[in-house]
């Protein structure tokens, strides 16, 4: 499914996206939100959740989830506000059971829990922000290629740029009591003194494509390892 408001191929921003990224879903699914990461962990997510019709998504690449125009300076703000002006309407409209949001970076330059409390008061039953990932410079195959692929520790300290595991201490500060959102660490599950997971188990290839962006194989086993208890559990509740 197309459900970005950016055309990568034609590198031109889309009127809409395709109806079925919000459209023809159970009712009260789940709703994944941000950016090219989120769409990165749709895989995971509609594994888990199972399939298509569990999961509504609005991902657009380079826009983080705002209420109303971005904040940020970029000349990709037009897409982004109708991409966000969008995923708002179309949760009000499915009123999800649970909400999940995801983007690749600047998570502390936004106030999350005035969002949660917007989602809530829409209907939404639950919310979850998913914390940065792990990011490698120039890329994690690069570092691989260059430092790592004799080597069978699967973690890879080599190019680790520091700024994910700041942005999540900040993150787990302001959000960790929170009762109408949860916060869901990345990097304290994956990242560890010897570096951060790189290589997937039972040869299952790199974690991320280039330098954070989830592989195929890495959003089923973020899904699967650290997502599938933590969103359980919630939606139990």
């Known amino acids: 499914l197309s459900c970005d408001f ?7 921003p889309r009127a809409s996206i395709d109806p079925a990224c919000t459209g023809g879903v159970d009712a009260r699914p789940v ?3 941000g950016d090219s990461h989120a769409q990165a962990l749709s895989l995971g997510v509609r594994t888990l959740f199972g399939g298509i019709k569990a999961v509504a998504q609005v991902a657009t690449s380079g826009c983080r989830p705002a209420i109303g ?3 940020y300076k970029l000349t990709i703000v037009n897409r982004c506000t109708d991409a966000n002006r969008y995923a708002w309407q179309q949760i009000a409209r499915l009123k999800p059971r649970l909400v999940i949001i ?6 502390e330059d936004t106030d999350w829990q005035v969002i949660a409390d917007r989602l809530h008061a829409l209907g939404v039953g639950k919310v979850v922000l998913v ?3 792990p990011n490698w410079r120039p890329s994690l195959p690069v570092v691989y290629t260059r430092t790592h692929w004799r080597q ?4 890879i300290r080599q190019g680790l740029d520091d700024q994910p595991q700041r942005s999540n201490t900040l993150l787990k500060a302001r959000y960790g009591r929170s009762l109408t959102l949860t916060y869901i660490s990345l990097t304290d599950v994956l990242c560890g003194k010897q570096g951060c997971l790189a290589v997937l188990p039972d040869n299952q290839g790199l974690l991320v494509v280039d330098y954070g962006h989830l592989s195929p194989t890495g959003s089923q086993y973020i899904a699967r390892t650290i997502l599938a208890d933590k969103l359980s559990s919630l939606l139990a509740r």
């Open 6 to 12: 950016y055309d990568v191929d034609a590198r031109a």
């Open 31 to 33: 709703f994944l939100w």
């Open 69 to 71: 125009a971005p904040t």
């Open 102 to 107: 995801a983007q690749a970076e600047a998570h």
């Open 131 to 133: 914390g940065p990932m």
């Open 152 to 155: 069978a520790d699967p973690y």
